[in-house]
């Protein structure tokens, strides 16, 4: 018999390389942050962009992030702008994304961000597929 | 012969069954024969950013159901196949070619402007976000597909909302009611008669604007699938009009399929949500 790899574990061991590569390329030059759109929703808006981009390298690192780069951790929705805006080719995007996922307890580390998963989330997907498809349709397309 | 598909909705977009079963047919129009699937057990697991175990474990169960379809996929969520593409398939083996909806329908539009034969006299918006856009350049492409349409005219979009979609903000309230807000104030000042969103994330959260009387919304299928004669009722918007009275209109029948003690504490609040507005707004 084969053994099976762990759930999930393809995808931790992804993130983890990039995690990697990420922290190897990026120079802290905060050039992703000052263009952010979102930065201004932070609840601890930033003044210094390259301190902020070190507080993210902590929480990528499993360290205490600062509240500025935590701020802007919980207000990334993927705009992107920063990608083309990075002159390491880092891609910003990505590491915001992993970061969000470790502040938020996702790769097994501590959360320092609160965890807001709403409960009803899947039974309310399932309950509009009731309401808006035919006993048959959600047979077989569910 | 017309091209097996599978046609690979999402979650949260059946909320309107009238997009899914417009987009079946607009596909079989243009020669596909589209297999749909969704649902929980189709999830890609973007939402699980909180538990990676989950995520990778859902990402795997979907891409091999996926494989085992032994089709080329189209994708309508703008979720999914942004996961798919940043993360479900670098880390799992995928064997399947996957096409965003939009960019399908734009590959076709010589074959779809013919199809699009009632006219519909209105001007509208384009409500945008900047991210995705890399991916796929919906941002260019759906205007250029509502422009097929006798009719529209799409007005100049003076405003991008920040993010990929807007319901990713549902955590981050002042910045949904800039949103609101930008989107209703800039559709005005362009002299647009209606929103058009791009992803049934923006329209199930911007028809809000509808509802409180601020600005007539859609999603570019219905205007496209309304193009075509197909008649499908937007019954997502109906009960979002109605608010509180949404359960007469969803019947008794229905509602015993969900819940009612669920319906009442899961359906009913989002139907009864409504934007922000400020104070120029005529919803407001
Ligand atoms: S990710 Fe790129 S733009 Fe951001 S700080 Fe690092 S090098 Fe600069």
């Given at each position: 018999m084969s053994a099976r790899a762990p759930i999930g574990q393809r995808l931790k061991e992804f993130e983890e390389r990039e995690i990697e590569r990420i922290l190897g390329a990026c120079t802290r030059c905060g050039k992703c942050y000052e263009v952010c759109p979102m930065a201004q929703y932070s609840k601890a808006p930033a003044s210094d962009s390259k301190a902020v981009v070190g507080g993210v390298h902590a929480v990528l690192r499993g360290a205490a992030g600062t509240p500025e780069a935590l701020g802007w951790i919980g207000v990334c929705t993927r705009s992107g702008v920063c990608v083309?805006?990075?002159?390491?080719?880092?891609?910003?995007k990505m590491m915001m994304r992993l970061a969000r996922m470790t502040a938020l307890g996702g790769r097994g580390l501590p959360a320092q961000l609160p965890v807001?998963?709403?409960?009803?989330?899947?039974?309310?997907?399932r309950a509009f597929a009731r309401l808006q498809l035919s006993d048959d349709e959600l047979k077989d397309w569910t | 012969m017309s091209e097996h598909i599978t046609f690979w909705y999402g979650c949260n977009v059946l909320?309107?069954?009238?997009?899914?079963?417009a987009c079946l047919d607009i596909l079989r129009a243009l020669g596909y024969e589209p297999e749909p699937v969704g649902g929980v057990d189709y999830c890609c697991g973007t939402v699980k950013d909180a538990n990676?175990?989950?995520a990778g474990g859902m990402a795997t169960r979907t891409v091999g159901k996926l494989n085992a379809r032994a089709a080329p996929v189209v994708v309508w969520c703008p979720s999914c196949h942004s996961h798919m593409h940043d993360f479900m398939a670098r880390t799992n083996d995928r064997h399947f070619d996957m096409t965003y909806v939009v960019e399908l329908l734009h590959a076709k539009r010589e074959r779809l402007g013919?199809?699009?034969?009632?006219?519909?006299?209105?001007?509208v918006f384009v409500h945008q976000h900047i991210g995705f856009n890399d991916l796929v350049p919906v941002n260019r492409m759906v205007p250029e597909l509502l422009r097929l349409i006798p009719g529209v005219e799409v007005v100049e979009a003076d405003y991008v909302a920040p993010g990929y979609m807007c319901a990713s903000f549902a955590a981050i309230p002042r910045a949904l009611e800039d949103i609101n807000n930008n989107t209703a104030r800039s559709a005005r000042a362009a002299g647009a008669?209606?929103?058009?969103?791009?992803?049934?994330?923006?329209?199930?959260?911007?028809v809000g604007l509808d509802a409180a009387g601020a600005i007539p919304v859609y999603n570019y299928i219905h205007l496209i699938a309304r193009a075509m004669g197909l008649a499908y009722e937007d019954e997502y918007k109906a009960w979002?009009?109605?608010?509180?009275?949404?359960?007469?209109?969803?019947?008794?029948?229905?509602?015993?399929?969900?819940g009612i003690q669920f319906y009442e504490r899961a359906i009913l609040p989002e139907l009864k949500k409504r934007p922000k507005l400020q104070k120029s707004d005529p919803g407001s």
């Open positions: 083309p805006a990075c002159p390491e080719n880092v891609d910003p807001k998963e709403d409960p009803d989330y899947f039974d309310r997907v | 909320r309107h069954g009238d997009i899914i079963h990676q175990t989950a013919p199809l699009l034969v009632r006219e519909l006299p209105m001007r008669d209606a929103v058009v969103t791009v992803f049934h994330q923006c329209y199930r959260e911007l979002k009009r109605a608010g509180e009275g949404a359960a007469a209109l969803i019947g008794a029948e229905r509602i015993a399929k969900v």
